[in-house]
T-cell receptor, first 110, second 112 residues
Framework: GIQVEQSPPDLILQEGANSTLRCNFS?????LQWFHQNPWGQLINLFY???GTKQNGRLSATTVATERYSLLYISSSQTTDSGVYFC????????????FGQGTTLQVKP | EPEVTQTPSHQVTQMGQEVILHCVPI?????FYWYRQILGQKVEFLVS????????KSEIFDDQFSVERPDGSNFTLKIRSTKLEDSAMYFC??????????FGPGTRLLVL
């Protein structure tokens, strides 16, 4: 089945720093989602981004489907950005079930 | 903005007991999902549900698990006889095929 790999596995930043998280996938996809899992365990939708670039405040994401990767940019990081970031791709033309990567754990220090 | 809701937020049960986890998906969505996340691990697909039947299930979703959509709004996951290894966060999600899936806040299940 499709492999979804995220890097780095862990990241520690000082508040105000920028970061780039990467998601590689082993097969062609027609969709990709980025999530933020907050300290309470909730999965928050960040982006639905099958291709191209989207921006939402300090966050932006780029997916290059032909090269099978997506990037999540966090600018001017804040302590509230801490948590685990997951990317997920659908794997089934019938059901759209999502296959998740292992996540990047981000800690932003004040 | 519409959202997926789940109850209870936490559930503690004894091994061997039955649990039912409840979800209310977004009303105009057609596809419903359950995922689980064991502590410290990635989120795993359990089952998808469409047109009042299971459309796909994972290897994890064995005979101890079942899903129902008893009315037009609720979507439930039942674990018949819980095991210690069923302890996890269970997420319900809804969406339309190929589009964004929206996740509920999760139910944290602890089996003692």
């Amino acid at each position: 089945g499709i492999q979804v790999e995220q890097s780095p596995p862990d990241l520690i930043l000082q508040e105000g720093a920028n970061s780039t998280l990467r998601c590689n996938f082993s097969d062609s996809v027609n969709n990709l989602q980025w999530f933020h899992q907050n300290p309470w365990g909730q999965l928050i939708n960040l982006f639905y981004i099958p291709s191209g670039t989207k921006q939402n405040g300090r966050l932006s994401a780029t997916t290059v489907a032909t090269e099978r990767y997506s990037l999540l940019y966090i600018s001017s990081s804040q302590t509230t950005d801490s948590g685990v970031y997951f990317c997920a791709v659908p794997r089934s033309s019938n059901t759209g079930k999502l296959i998740f990567g292992q996540g990047t754990t981000l800690q932003v220090k004040p | 903005e519409p959202e997926v809701t789940q109850t209870p937020s936490h559930q503690v049960t004894q091994m061997g007991q039955e649990v039912i986890l409840h979800c209310v998906p977004i009303s105009n969505h057609l596809y419903f999902y359950w995922y689980r996340q064991i502590l410290g691990q990635k989120v795993e697909f359990l089952v998808s549900f469409y047109n009042n039947e299971i459309s796909e299930k994972s290897e994890i979703f064995d005979d101890q698990f079942s899903v129902e959509r008893p009315d037009g709004s609720n979507f439930t996951l039942k674990i018949r006889s819980t095991k210690l290894e069923d302890s996890a966060m269970y997420f319900c999600a809804s969406g339309d095929r190929g589009e964004t899936q929206y996740f509920g806040p999760g139910t944290r299940l602890l089996v003692l």
